[in-house]
Antibody, heavy 122, light 108 residues
Framework: EVQLVESGGGLVQPGGSLRLSCAASGFTFSDHYMDWVRQAPGKGLEWVGRTRNKANSYTTEYAASVKGRFTISRDDSKNSLYLQMNSLKTEDTAVYYC?????????????WGQGTLVTVSS | DIQMTQSPSSLSASVGDRVTITCRASQGISNYLAWYQQKPGKVPKLLIYAASTLQSGVPSRFSGSGSGTDFTLTISSLQPEDVATYYCQKYNSALVFTFGPGTKVDIK
């Protein structure tokens, strides 16, 4: 059974940093691209970014709203995905989901974690 | 950047009704479109990808169609468990995902 479990959320002041983790199990983590998606309270879904697999040099893409502030990384030996968030703003307050990406031809997110809440407030 | 719109933003229908949600892209995206369902307080779930391919395990009352700029998600016979917000999501040559704003579906 595919499982994705996020951790590391919490309360942080504006301008601060936070690192989220996502522990994966039930599939060959190293084969897959992995993504982060967020959802502000009462709002819609916003894609944050992705990391590709080793075969694709672990390259990353980011949404314009987080580019230069957030960094996605992974440790295939630990089946783990990470999101390093710096220079946090109040508008970064959201539930952050990790998700597995599949389908090179028609990419989509087929499994999602339960999410971890990040609150940016003074 | 390619923008996604959805209509309506919300709808209320009776059990058994046929429900159609529309997603429109500001530029053609071929069939690089997926649909997700998010029930209240729950995690998003993939329903359809490549515009019309049903994800494994999804009930057959859900279907998708379209290509280019205009796409639809249809629920052929609305059930109480279908109360949710539905999001379209596109993928384009810029290698980014973009979600539509969502359509909230309730039971009348």
């Amino acid at each position: 059974e595919v499982q994705l479990v996020e951790s590391g959320g919490g309360l942080v002041q504006p301008g601060g940093s936070l690192r989220l983790s996502c522990a994966a199990s039930g599939f060959t983590f190293s084969d897959h691209y992995m993504d982060w998606v967020r959802q502000a309270p009462g709002k819609g879904l916003e894609w944050v970014g992705r990391t590709r697999n080793k075969a694709n040099s672990y390259t990353t893409e980011y949404a314009a709203s987080v580019k230069g502030r957030f960094t996605i990384s992974r440790d295939d030996s630990k089946n783990s995905l990470y999101l390093q968030m710096n220079s946090l703003k109040t508008e970064d307050t959201a539930v952050y989901y990790c998700a597995r990406e599949v389908g090179n031809g028609r990419p989509r997110l087929d499994y999602w974690g339960q999410g971890t809440l990040v609150t940016v407030s003074s | 950047d390619i923008q996604m719109t959805q209509s309506p933003s919300s709808l209320s229908a009776s059990v058994g009704d046929r429900v159609t949600i529309t997603c429109r892209a500001s530029q053609g995206i071929s069939n690089y479109l997926a649909w997700y369902q998010q029930k209240p307080g729950k995690v998003p779930k993939l329903l359809i990808y490549a515009a019309s391919t049903l994800q494994s395990g999804v009930p057959s009352r859900f279907s998708g169609s379209g290509s280019g700029t205009d796409f639809t998600l249809t629920i052929s016979s609305l059930q109480p468990e279908d109360v949710a917000t539905y999001y379209c999501q596109k993928y384009n040559s810029a290698l980014v995902f973009t979600f539509g704003p969502g359509t909230k579906v309730d039971i009348k």
